[in-house]
């Protein structure tokens, strides 16, 4: 997923079948993950959360990838779900925070996926045309928070309040559920079932990808605890779900799998923690802005470490 090289110009014909890879796709790239098997259990966790959750998230996938047709992205990242994984996130947004019961939800998250098209094309040449192309740096999930706190800022008055949660808040159970609730708040579900659904297709598409994972969610709920957040926070995954994506990102994505990479990522997912409490008691919208802002730091102070390196 990383910036260079996805801005390519569209000159064939995107054909059905991409079209329906890349909807399916989207769901697992934002996992950083291609695999069709990957994709169908994430898909599946929106649908066992909710399943107009499932709807909304394809209609925001789908919406993306016109999106990304029309300014120009390949059939290649149609097909790959590089331009459906940030509209599929944002139709979750919007059934989170502003659910499934009225028609203009599905309006609203189809147009928010389309217009996650024009935001990936601009983040992208952000990182491709200036000073920061050196580093090759992602858009990654930026796109999506740029469109959902729009949109989430802009629908203050129509949100829903969050269903209550039934997860304990004794802290053993708390500790072993956030292992999967981190996992599947990445996507902005409280579920466990789902987070199992999710975190079974990450090991499906590498045991790398699936311990990065599972190790990130780890890492972060123990400095969650450190830091003193309530057990409910971390039962329900609220408190370190960004951690899940920085440990995949650094560890087997964006920089070359090696010892280093697996250590290196490891005081990022603390950071990333840290972040993501200060943005929770600042009362800034979140997202997961902790992971983009604190992959991107890194992957600019890797670009100076001796034994880092990008895959070729």
Known sequence: MTAEGRA??????????????????????????????????????FFVADWRMGVLALLGGAGGMLGGRAVRYSGGDIASGMQSFCGTLVGAAVFAALGGAAWWAYALAFVGGLATGPVTRLVDALFTRTALKKYQLPYTTAPFVIVATIIALSTTALATPAAASDLPDDPVPAFLLSLLTNVSQVVLIDNVVSGALILAGLFVASWRVGLAALGGSAVGSVVAVALGEPWSEIANGLANYSGVLTAIALAVTFLRISPASWLYALPWVAVTALVTLFMHRAGIVTYTWPYILTTWVALI????????????
């Open 8 to 45: 390519g110009t569209a000159t064939t014909r995107t054909t059905g079948s991409a079209w329906v890879f890349g909807l399916f796709r989207g769901a697992s790239e934002i996992y950083f993950q291609t695999n069709v098997i990957t994709a169908v259990l994430v898909l599946s966790a």
């Open 301 to 312: 102070v890797a670009h100076y470490v001796r034994g880092l390196k990008r895959p070729s």
